[in-house]
């Protein structure tokens, strides 16, 4: 089971940016994915998650009307759009997944929100 984060990087308040979690090693169309991420010194925390249909998207409040979920079962492939960002977006941002043989992590990909 590989997760792949990507898309990070530095953007200015106001700004957008769009991560992606590429996965591979296991049935992804029919699993729930989410996104947490780690603020500098604190910790981790759920960001939004997604079923294997994309009907159910449940979000943190922080985030409720300015982050996006979505997911391309072709690709394998599960997305954040982020809109509006603010400072305290600024974290390191983590896809995972929840399997019969385990909890899987990706490495992580940084935001850093700042002027």
């Known amino acids: 089971v590989q997760l792949v984060e990507s898309g990070g990087g530095l953007v200015q308040p106001g700004g957008s940016l769009r991560l992606s979690c590429v996965t591979s090693?296991?049935?992804?169309?029919?699993?729930?994915m989410s996104w947490f991420r780690q603020p500098p010194g604190k910790k981790r925390e759920f960001v939004a998650s997604i079923d294997g249909s994309g009907t159910n998207t449940p979000y943190a409040t922080s985030v409720l009307g300015r982050f996006t979920i979505s997911r391309d079962n072709a690709k394998n492939t599960v997305f954040l759009q982020m809109n509006n960002l603010a400072p305290e977006d600024t974290a390191v941002y983590y896809c995972k997944c929840i399997l019969d043989s385990g909890t899987y992590w990706g490495k992580g990909t940084l935001v850093t929100v700042s002027s």
């Open positions: 090693g296991f049935a992804f169309r029919n699993e729930l």
